[in-house]
């Protein structure tokens, strides 16, 4: 798939990601992976434990480096058809204040929920940006939390509230393009649609915002996406 489509916020093509196994031989964990995610859509990824979805996501992100192919995201502000940025030229610190990754096991700090939602805005990356507790206040009420959850210790938090803390660090730093790895793997039904529902207001509240969710249980997020890819040994089909 090429970047030409004016909707078109990042695009990947005939992308390639290497390993060195235990025997020194190479190994190919994607193979001549293509795509594009377009702005305001939602974009499910399926596979099998091991098929490379998380290895996908981490190269997009600039995690991992990718050993032949381009990935490339469209500038902001610029023209429809302005020269998009190949991650390959731009610094990582760039790249990824506009392309964001959601890891299925999310690192939180020792202290409060309100210290790790604080913590990106110490970074420099983020010190044009301010906290806003209002905001987080509104969302914690739609995700059934009241104003005391922001003061609970990190430590004590469940594995679905780490998430939630985890998600709400990444929303308010406003990037365009959200990589989640299974976000609502950790939670309870009830609280999983919730944050369906959350991420997908928040990429259909934008022009500038697109999902690529990687997920096993289909049941809340297929019927929402706009595509449907696969994932099997490394090699990406798009099923719609």
């Known amino acids: 798939m090429s970047a030409d489509n004016d909707d078109t916020i990042l695009a990947f093509e005939h992308i ?3 390993t060195h196994g235990s025997d020194g031989q190479k190994k190919r964990l994607i193979q001549q992976a293509s795509g594009a995610l377009s702005a305001g859509q939602v974009t499910v990824l399926t596979g099998t434990s091991g098929s490379g979805k998380s290895v996908l996501l981490r190269a997009l992100a600039g995690l991992l480096p990718i050993s032949a192919g381009t990935v490339r995201l469209k500038p902001t502000h610029e023209p429809p058809h302005a020269r998009f940025w190949d991650i ?3 610094s990582p610190t760039k790249w990824r204040a506009q392309v964001a990754l959601l890891a299925q096991h999310p690192q939180l700090i020792e202290g409060s929920v309100l210290d790790n939602l604080q913590l990106p805005f110490q970074l420099r990356a983020h010190q044009h940006l301010r ?3 209002n905001w987080h206040t509104a969302q914690l009420a739609y995700l059934g939390r009241g104003g005391d959850f922001l003061h609970k210790d990190a430590y004590h938090l469940s594995g679905g509230e780490r998430q939630l803390v985890n998600t709400l660090r990444l929303l308010q730093l406003e990037p365009r393009i959200l990589l989640l790895d299974e976000p609502t793997a ?4 009830d609280t999983a649609a919730q944050l369906v529902a959350l991420l997908v207001d928040w990429v259909q509240k934008s022009k500038q915002r697109t999902v690529l969710w990687v997920t096993h249980d289909t049941q809340d997020i297929l019927p929402l996406a706009d595509q449907h890819w696969h994932m099997q040994a490394g090699v990406l089909t798009k099923i719609r």
């Not at 950790?186 to 039904?189: C, E, I, K, R, T």
């Open 16 to 18: 390639e990601v290497l």
């Open 88 to 90: 390959q030229d731009i």
């Open 131 to 133: 906290f806003d507790s």
């Open 186 to 189: 950790a939670l309870d039904v």
